[in-house]
């Protein structure tokens, strides 16, 4: 029977409608019917979305476990998600279903499996032996809270402690309760009349298995007989418990209570503590209790073979400490070591060579969870440095304010990054490896570079090495350093438009060939950066002033803006940038109190001399300047054309181009002015125009953030209105109109500016909010052989086409439906001398202008917030339109490279992700796959190349998804593994004197203490066995297909296998019990062969 395909019905039948649909725009004669002309060859078998990795800290972690013998960390959070960690680039992510937070994780020791606990009194078992784990059982609680799990090492029974004080058992192979139950009433003493509070602590003796000891919130302490079922001794003391920690041989015992102390006890002398120490508390001299301190939230007690126990612990400062940060205490020997955190410690584990806890442990390292960094300490170096960490836990350094994402750029950018990122370094670290070092890499074939730049609230930038599902950083630049830093709060500028974080970054644009970076911040600021191996130090940071503002007549119809500063270069001289003053001594500048601002920018740029390491170095810094007292409007859009030497960007009052070759302004102009078909401009400086009363439009938010997010809403709705709803008043005047319509998109392309063109020469397209796509001609008039003797004209050609929406991307197709990226020139280290620079330019020619004749041999694809349309160059006439959304709107849309062809990608705010192939705009895919609830997603979504995307799924982490079947198909040999087989030690030496005098370990069939046989069943109404589901929550995107079939189905075949073996006992218990009774029957027929029957 032949296979009924779904997916190609849909393909004909969306390209029949797209093209009945374009039918009226292609009904002029003489325009060729372009699905003639392009063959397509993407269709929706090239596409699958699922997610492939998370990257990060995890976001609000709330506990956390490590496996001595494999070597993986655990870390779980208050939203149910558990992150793992082994060596540098093996991590994973999984969720629990309920979201509720992991209370406590537990490692089944070598075994590959993970037990959580969970606040809705869940508890649930993780398989690890696989790539992406999966929950084999759960048990839900119905009657008690759960508050404290313990599993001992090479034990299936799991001791859990509950709010009223009980303990129940738990086999986790098969998930069910025992009968055998510890009721608080019974291990506290009759004569007490209280209840003992909820069980915070539960351990077996290290020697001995058969002894349980239990500490309870308000203060008791009982060591329990298992077999006995009664309590051997019972330890009392007047302040709430917090932990306990055994000495390992099991005679000793200590408790960190709520008022700072320590208590050391005897097991056999439980009528007081053998030690009370408070290690932070003022010691009196009239010998009294010294004075309670904070709570100590947890200790660990570790002994050593050669030297001096450790202890570690958590808490337990002096209240006089306040506003000092949260601190962890090494107590070695004689000596006390307070070692502070840069967050609250959520929770800490010392690592020791050994899993047995009847063993010397040799504590060698110390992992610290606070709430926002992972830390490991080296016990084994003097003055206990940190590791440093592998991982990429730094991407909330400051918060992430923009991100893009670049994959498959050119090979030689991630070295060239790495090479200057290195001696970025901090020194001081341990020498020693990383200890969290278990799991195996993927064996991905998927090998092309991946570079992923993030933008920060602090100005900072930080550029990522993203390949293979990896996440390192390679290099960090600083860009507030170009600007002087107020000292202190008085200092603050007035100038300054946003409240906080004055230099976050708003938006950023990166050439990776020519390796320019722009970026653009909240205060209305442009920088200019090249990248160079060689440190150079900066006399004078050059700086360029511009004055961007829309003018407004009394009438409907705007009058053109855009001025340009009196102090600017004129165009008498056009290549003096303004180095004769310095840049904060602004002659034109008017910041009195009297008077309005004018020409004032929101920052300073610095006056000193500047040293700029190997790396990103800056060439010029463009700043937007007040405006008869009104504060410039943010930057919208950014563009560079690194051929040209050329940066544009745009706000709500207009564009400017600048020539940071030159270090001239070009281009000054009014948003309204792009409307209308012009000669080529000749920009004259204008007088400031008469002040008026500032709007409300502006942007004055509070924080850098905010200001970040202003670009991800839709340009066209009110600032004030959080929903995703869009309401236009029909009454709207044109003068709001304008007001309100901003710069949101530009491209720099080789194309026919004019219908009448035949040859394609530089331009610029530009996006507006209002849906607008105007071209603006470059007209190149070279001055000689050296670039710096260039100059340019402009001629704003009009309107293009009209969209729904405000404009997100533009691109450039040709004939054969292949991108044209923008023009640019090769990189060379701009410190380098003159005859290297040459040979560069040389051995790598810039992108050659294209030569292009006939009709419409190019395709301009642009794509708003509502649809996307297709126009024919150089006719201008649309061939194809889509109507992407009706009831919401598009956050993100780029053009991207997919099987070796392109498409376009997009983002919903109603959380869909779509696919449209291009010329002929046919819908490839639509997944519902993320609803919009944090405006940071809307942010920092971005698609690249080869199927890849990513977004900030919380402050601290990156989520990477796939679209690509391909990548679908082949997550599985990419993700790391977690599982390693690794023989687990060897029990320590009983030695001889130990064996035989019997002072060893004893150990405890628990089989027949807490089976079925013996302690009987539990009750069904106090918890509900869950079978689990088998596959992950991150799979659900790709249930469907092959990636979802092979997980069920390793799951399947790993339950099976357990099955075939449990099987293969039985058979083989059955055969010799077969054979036993045969030889049984063969003796009794010899022995009574020959006998008769009375003999018998």
Avoid at 695 to 708: I, L, Q, R, T, V
Wanted: include cysteine; charged fraction near 20%; glycine fraction near 8%.
């Amino acid at each position: 029977m032949k296979k009924f395909n779904i997916r190609k019905v849909l393909d004909g039948l969306t390209a029949a409608s797209s093209s009945s649909s374009s039918s009226s725009a292609t009904a002029q004669p003489g325009t060729p019917r372009e699905n003639d002309v392009v063959q397509e060859t993407l269709q929706s078998e090239h596409f699958q979305l699922c997610k492939t990795v998370r990257h990060g800290f995890p976001y609000q972690p709330s506990s956390m476990a490590f496996d001595p013998v494999q070597k993986i960390l655990a870390v779980g959070t208050q939203t149910g998600a558990l992150r793992l960690f082994g060596r540098a680039g093996v991590e994973c992510y999984c969720q629990h279903e309920s979201g509720a937070a992991v209370i406590q994780l537990q490692f089944l020791i070598n075994e590959g499996a993970l037990v959580s606990a969970l606040a809705d009194d869940s508890i649930h078992l993780w398989n690890l032996r696989q790539k992406i784990p999966a929950i084999l059982h759960s048990l839900k609680f119905s009657r008690e809270r759960i508050t404290y799990c313990h599993l001992p090492f090479q034990s299936k029974w799991l001791y859990i402690g509950s709010e009223r004080g009980n303990i129940h058992i738990v086999n986790v192979e098969s998930f069910t309760l025992s009968g055998y139950v510890i009721m608080w009433n019974k291990a506290i003493e009759l004569s007490t009349k209280t209840h003992p509070g909820p069980v915070v602590h539960i351990s077996d003796n290290p020697m001995d298995e058969g002894k349980l000891l239990i500490g309870f919130e308000c203060g008791v302490v009982v060591l329990w007989d298992l077999k006995s079922k009664k309590a051997d001794y019972r330890y009392n003391y007047d302040e709430a418990i917090h932990s306990v920690a055994w000495h390992h041989e099991g005679k000793q015992f200590v408790c960190s209570h709520s008022d700072g102390s320590l208590t050391t006890w005897n097991i056999r002398a439980p009528a007081k503590p053998a030690q009370i120490i408070t290690p932070h508390g003022k010691q009196p001299k009239d010998g009294k209790k010294p004075e309670p301190c904070k709570p100590i939230l947890k200790v660990e007690y570790k002994t050593t073979r050669a030297g001096d126990p450790f202890m570690v612990l958590s808490g337990g400062l002096s209240y006089d400490t306040v506003g000092r940060r949260a601190c962890l205490t090494v107590m070695h020997g004689k000596s006390t070591t307070v070692l502070e955190m840069d967050y609250p410690i959520v929770d800490f584990l010392t690592l020791c060579e050994t899993p047995y806890p009847n063993d010397f442990q040799e504590p060698y390292a110390v992992v610290v969870l606070l709430e926002k960094d992972l830390v490991v300490i080296d016990l084994g170096q003097i003055g206990y440095p940190i590791f440093e960490s592998p991982y990429p836990l730094s991407i909330h350094e400051s918060p992430v304010t923009c991100c893009e994402y670049f994959a498959d750029c050119p090979s030689e950018l991630i070295p060239a990054l790495y090479s200057v990122g290195s001696r970025q370094k901090r020194q001081g670290y341990s020498k020693k490896e990383w200890p969290i070092s278990g799991g195996n890499w993927g064996q991905g074939t998927q090998t092309y570079p991946e570079i992923i730049i993030t933008g920060h609230a602090d100005g900072s930038i930080k550029f990522w090495d993203a390949s293979a599902l990896m996440l390192q950083v390679l290099y960090k630049l600083k860009t507030a350093k170009v600007f002087e830093r107020a000292r202190g709060k008085e200092e603050k500028p007035s100038t300054d438009i946003v409240d906080e974080d004055p230099f976050a970054i708003q938006t950023l644009f990166w050439c990776p060939e020519s390796r320019m970076l722009c970026v653009a911040g909240v205060s209305a600021h442009v920088i200019i950066y090249r990248f160079s191996k060689q440190e150079v130090t900066t006399e004078v940071v050059q700086l360029l002033e511009v004055r961007l503002q829309c003018e407004f007549s009394e009438v409907d119809s705007p009058d053109p803006g855009g001025e340009q500063t009196p102090t600017l270069p004129t165009p008498a001289a056009p290549s003096s940038p303004q180095e004769a003053e310095p840049p904060n001594q602004l002659t034109a500048g008017v910041n009195s109190s009297e008077g309005a601002r004018d020409n004032i920018p929101c920052l300073q740029v610095r006056s000193s001399p500047l040293k700029q390491s190997p790396g990103y170095q800056v060439e010029l810094v463009v700043q937007l300047v007040w405006v008869s007292g009104e504060p410039p409007q943010q930057i919208t859009s950014l563009a560079v054309n690194s051929s040209l030497g050329l940066v544009v960007f745009g706000n709500s009052n207009g564009l400017a181009v600048v020539d940071y070759v030159q270090k001239t302004l070009l281009l000054n102009l009014g948003t309204s002015e792009l409307y209308s078909p012009s000669d080529p401009c000749q920009r004259q400086p204008r007088s400031p125009r008469k002040p008026r009363q500032p709007s409300g439009g502006f942007c004055d938010s509070n924080d850098g953030s905010n200001n970040s997010e202003d670009r991800c809403k839709s340009p066209t709705s009110d600032g004030k209105d959080n929903a995703f709803t869009r309401s236009r008043s029909s009454s709207v005047t044109s003068i709001d109109r304008e007001s309100r319509e901003a710069i949101s998109s530009f491209y720099f392309c080789e194309s026919f500016p004019r219908k009448s063109d035949s040859l394609a020469s530089p331009c610029l397209l530009v996006g507006t909010t209002q849906g607008s796509v105007m071209m603006v001609a470059l007209g190149l008039q070279p001055g000689g052989d050296q670039k710096p003797q260039q100059t340019l004209s402009f001629a704003s050609c009009g309107t293009l086409v009209q969209l729904k929406g405000g404009i997100l991307t533009m691109a450039l197709l040709d004939a054969a439906g292949t991108l044209l990226p923008p023009s640019c020139e090769a990189w060379y280290d701009p410190n380098a001398s003159d005859e290297e620079k040459e040979k560069v330019r040389r051995r790598r020619p810039a992108t050659p202008p294209s030569s292009q004749e006939g009709q419409d041999s190019q395709f301009a694809v642009l794509c708003s917030e509502k649809q996307a349309k297709v126009v024919a160059m150089t006719s201008q006439t649309i061939i194809y339109k889509h109507n992407i959304t009706e009831t919401s709107f598009v956050l993100r849309a780029d053009v991207v490279q997919m099987a070796g062809t392109y498409c376009i990608a997009c983002f919903c705010a109603n959380g869909h992700i779509m696919s449209l192939s291009l010329p002929s705009l046919r819908p490839l895919l639509d997944i519902n796959y993320l609803p919009l609830t944090d405006m940071r997603i809307a942010r920092t979504f971005c698609f690249s190349n080869l199927g890849q995307a990513l977004y900030l799924t919380s402050p601290t982490e990156i989520q990477r998804i796939t679209y690509s079947q391909e990548t679908c198909d082949n997550l599985q040999e990419m993700l790391s593994e977690l599982f390693t087989p690794v023989e687990t030690p060897e029990a320590p030496n009983r030695g001889f004197f130990k064996g035989l005098f019997g002072g060893g370990a004893q150990s405890l069939d628990r089989e027949d203490l807490f089976g079925e046989t013996t302690a009987g069943k539990a009750s069904r109404s106090l918890a509900q066995h869950i079978p689990g589901p088998g596959s992950m929550e991150g799979m659900k995107g790709a249930a469907s297909g092959v990636v979802g079939d092979l997980a069920r189905a390793r799951v399947a075949l790993d339950e099976r296998g357990q099955k075939l073996g449990e099987l293969e006992e039985r058979t083989a218990a059955m055969m010799a019990s077969a054979e036993s009774f045969s030889k049984h029957a063969h003796n009794m027929m010899v022995k009574y062969k020959d006998k008769k029957w009375y003999q018998l």
